[in-house]
């Protein structure tokens, strides 16, 4: 049964590894998208928006090499709680920049899934060994 479990974890890095990776690549792809969600009073809205797709990329990376697993989780929950803020400033907001109050209210349990997912990779990746 451990084993079982551990598998699905696996399952569940791997799959969040690559969401990632493909929500790091659409910062480059639509940066226009990402604009809303940068506070306005931030210079460089756009060299932040490609930045931070950048670091979503290489941290999603990481999660692909056991011994880089925990502290790209460890980063990305770190990222998610900094990002945490914008998500319920939008839930509250009149003109969210997720599109809607709706999709703003889903979106935030969502952030907080994220979190536990990348805590939860972060616990079971420490106890893997290092190669």
């Known amino acids: 049964m451990k084993n079982t479990l551990k598998s699905v974890w696996i399952g569940v890095r791997i799959l969040f ?9 659409q910062h480059m792809l639509k940066p226009e ?16 928006i490609y930045v931070s797709g950048i670091i979503e990329i290489l941290l ?11 502290i790209g989780a460890m980063v990305i929950m770190l990222l998610m709680l900094m990002f945490l803020p914008i998500h319920v400033w939008d839930v509250f907001s009149d003109t969210p920049a997720i599109g809607s109050n709706q999709a703003a209210l889903i979106r935030l349990p969502i952030q907080f899934i ?4 990348a805590w939860k990779i972060k616990n079971i990746g420490s106890s893997q060994p290092e190669n």
């Open 60 to 70: 999603g990376l990481m999660l692909f090499f056991p011994k880089y697993v925990k």
């Open 17 to 25: 590894a690559v969401f990632m990776v493909f929500a790091g690549m």
């Open 114 to 117: 994220f979190i536990g997912i």
């Open 33 to 48: 998208f990402y604009i809303p969600f940068v506070p306005s009073f931030l210079p460089f809205i756009t060299a932040i």
